[in-house]
């Protein structure tokens, strides 16, 4: 009981540290460090934290080495019928509370009974027309648009686009290498075309900018793991400076000194959810919207699953396979309307289309499980998709 005192702050974690070293942890340090030890992600870490928090708080400040699987039950029971939780926040906080006793506290805590891991539900993903991207992409401008324009011109996550740095994007090549992406995963994608010539208009302000924190002393930025040490220079060296870099220099006694850190993820939430009410737009839009559409809109165009696939950085096909569904329904509902209006044999021709569709479809899972790519020429997939992305944010 005593082991647990809450959530401190950064600066008052950083001078109990110093101060009394020789104390034994406390339990939710405890858990920051196994999990950083894992290298998890910096969100997995904070969501873990406040799930074992909540979890301790629920059973009025009880020990968790002084619970098991009854009071885990009683936790996510009440986190299921009274709050009403999604069935992945309930998967979430099972997740964190299982990594508190198997890697913390080293504890087996038995069967939980009458408890298994809730059900996710299958849903469609929120689509946009290329109308409606160019509608939306009109409300933006700076360098909110240039983020737009990457998550639907490439496919990024938001925070992989965020953490983009410079050396991260090359311009003659039309490429960007996304670096620790989902499952700590490096991948290439596309830079669209459309956005050559903005994006080195920004990258001249951002180096204008960077010029003038170094003239003041600043200049630094965050650097992934240990390479601070290992090339001391090269947190103030241009190359690894954040693409999006925020408006204000912060400080955090974790990362050292003062330090120029990547735009917030909220700032393009915010922005997004914004242009598409100001669009008109009735679906619900958010960043993430943008990567489902791209995979979407190439699929419609005709690209095989395997090179969408490589450009999302799925590791199984079978997550990519959920865009199929989506394109075939939207190239069936425009084939039928063409098909009716030009001809008026409804019938036949749906008939005739649907097994088209599903020989397509077929295929596509052939090609897969063969290993074999689905490619009519030798030009690369990656370049093979500028003509749809270029066409799609001109729009």
């Keep these: 009981m005593q082991e647990f005192r809450g959530v401190q702050s950064a600066s008052g974690e950083a001078a109990a540290d110093a101060s009394s070293a020789s104390r034994a942890p406390k339990l939710l340090d405890r858990v920051r460090h196994a999990i950083r030890a894992k290298h998890y992600s910096r969100r997995t870490e904070s969501a873990y934290v406040d799930w074992i928090r909540r979890y301790i ?80 992409m009109k409300h933006l401008d700076g360098s909110l648009w240039l983020i737009v324009a990457l998550l639907h011109g490439g496919g990024l996550r938001l ?44 990258f001249e302000a951002v180096k204008r900018q960077h010029l003038a924190d170094l003239a003041r002393g600043f200049g630094r930025v965050v650097l992934p793991f240990a390479l601070d040490r290992k090339y001391p220079n090269a947190a103030t060296e241009w190359r690894w400076q954040f693409v999006f870099p925020a408006s204000r220099i912060c ?39 943008f990567r489902h559409s791209f995979a979407t809109h190439l699929l419609e165009d005709g690209y095989d699953i395997r090179t969408v696939q490589d450009l999302l950085g799925h590791a199984d096909v079978s997550t990519t396979m959920v865009y199929v569904g989506v394109a075939v329904m939207w190239r069936r509902a425009h084939a039928r309307a063409a098909w009716s209006r030009h001809h008026g044999c409804r019938a036949h021709i749906t008939e005739h289309y649907d097994q088209r569709l599903r020989r397509n479809t077929i295929r596509s899972r052939w090609s897969f499980q063969t290993g074999e790519a689905m490619e009519s020429t030798g030009i690369s997939h990656f370049a093979r998709a500028f003509a749809l992305v270029a066409r799609s944010i001109s729009a």
């Design 251 to 289: 400080t955090d006694p974790r990362w050292g000194p003062p330090t120029r850190f990547h735009l917030h993820e909220s700032v393009v939430q915010r922005a997004v959810a914004r242009a598409a009410r100001q669009a008109g737009i009735t679906k619900r839009v958010g960043p993430h919207t």
């Design 57 to 136: 708080l629920f059973h009025k400040k009880r020990h968790p080495s002084e619970m098991g699987a009854p009071e885990i039950t009683s936790f996510l029971t009440w986190l299921a019928s009274n709050r009403r939780v999604s069935a992945s926040t309930q998967n979430q906080a099972l997740s964190a509370v299982l990594f508190l006793y198997r890697d913390v506290l080293h504890m087996k805590i038995g069967t939980i009974e009458h408890l298994p891991r809730a059900r996710m539900p299958v849903r469609v993903p929120v689509v946009l027309s290329q109308d409606e991207v160019g509608r939306i």
């Design 159 to 202: 925070q992989e686009c965020l953490e983009l740095r410079i050396k991260d994007i090359d311009l003659d090549r039309r490429q960007i290498v996304i670096r620790r992406g989902k499952g700590q995963k490096d991948r290439p994608t596309v830079l669209p075309t459309a956005v050559i010539a903005p994006l080195s208009g920004h």
